[in-house]
């Protein structure tokens, strides 16, 4: 099984662009997150849906958006980048919620926007 | 509602023990415990349940304080693959499914 996966690995941008985070999971995960990750900061929560059809804002939701396409797809979108969104973007997934699966992460996207 | 991780950082020589402290302030439904080396995705370790069901490492302990919202990370006779930051994420009771993490804490053992 390949898990989450995130495309693309690696993202430069310039301020003002768009841009579509994509995420992916095999493993039939009711749940899924989107987190960001800076230095000093931890991990992040910027969105997470639920179940399929359902998203909720995190603790940082500004100048994102998100769209949980079917069960195994999660988006996250970048209407007009800035140079505060560089960061490193986690993809996560739990079967049920966190209150009693794991999380699953994906390998990161490392996303620069200059 | 961001979980307060305590040390921020711990160097360690390999054999020693360490314990990592998490807490919150609003009641907990679960504490996850998650490793993340530099460069990689942070992957779990364990999850410890209210009511006192734990799930994960064999070779690693933690404990679950519910009514003080509590969580120790107990890491003994520490190996040089143990270096790496450690995270703990909560669900916070009040309905919502979100987990969220602390700061973490940056653990190096050395030689």
């Known amino acids: 099984n390949a898990g989450v996966t995130q495309t693309p690995k690696f993202q430069v941008l310039k301020t003002g662009q768009s841009m579509t985070l994509q995420c992916a999971q095999d493993?039939?995960?009711?749940?899924m997150y989107w987190y960001r990750q800076d230095p000093g900061m931890g991990l992040r929560l910027i969105y997470y849906s639920a179940s399929e059809g359902t998203t909720d804002k995190g603790e940082v939701p500004n100048g994102y958006n998100v769209s949980r396409l079917n069960k195994r797809e999660f988006s996250l979108r970048l209407e007009s980048a800035a140079p505060s969104q560089t960061s490193v973007y986690f993809c996560a997934s739990s079967y049920l919620g966190p209150r009693n699966t794991e999380a699953f992460f994906g390998q990161g996207t490392r996303l620069t926007v200059v | 509602q961001q979980p307060v991780q305590s040390p921020q950082a711990v160097i360690l020589r390999e054999g020693e023990d360490a314990v990592i402290n998490c807490s919150s302030s609003?009641?907990?439904?679960?504490v996850h415990w998650y490793r993340q080396k530099h460069g990689e995705a942070p992957v779990f370790l364990m999850i410890?349940?209210?009511?006192?069901e734990q799930k994960g490492h064999d070779k690693i302990s933690a404990s679950f304080n519910e009514k003080k919202q509590q969580s120790s990370l107990y890491l003994t006779a520490s190996q040089l693959s143990y270096s790496g930051t450690y995270f703990c994420?909560?669900?916070?009771?009040?309905?919502?499914?979100?987990?969220?993490f602390g700061k973490g804490t940056k653990l190096t053992v050395n030689p």
């Open positions: 609003k009641a907990l439904y679960s």
């Open positions: 410890l349940l209210k009511g006192g």
């Open positions: 994420g909560t669900a916070i009771q009040g309905g919502s499914e979100k987990l969220v």
């Open positions: 493993m039939n995960h009711n749940s």
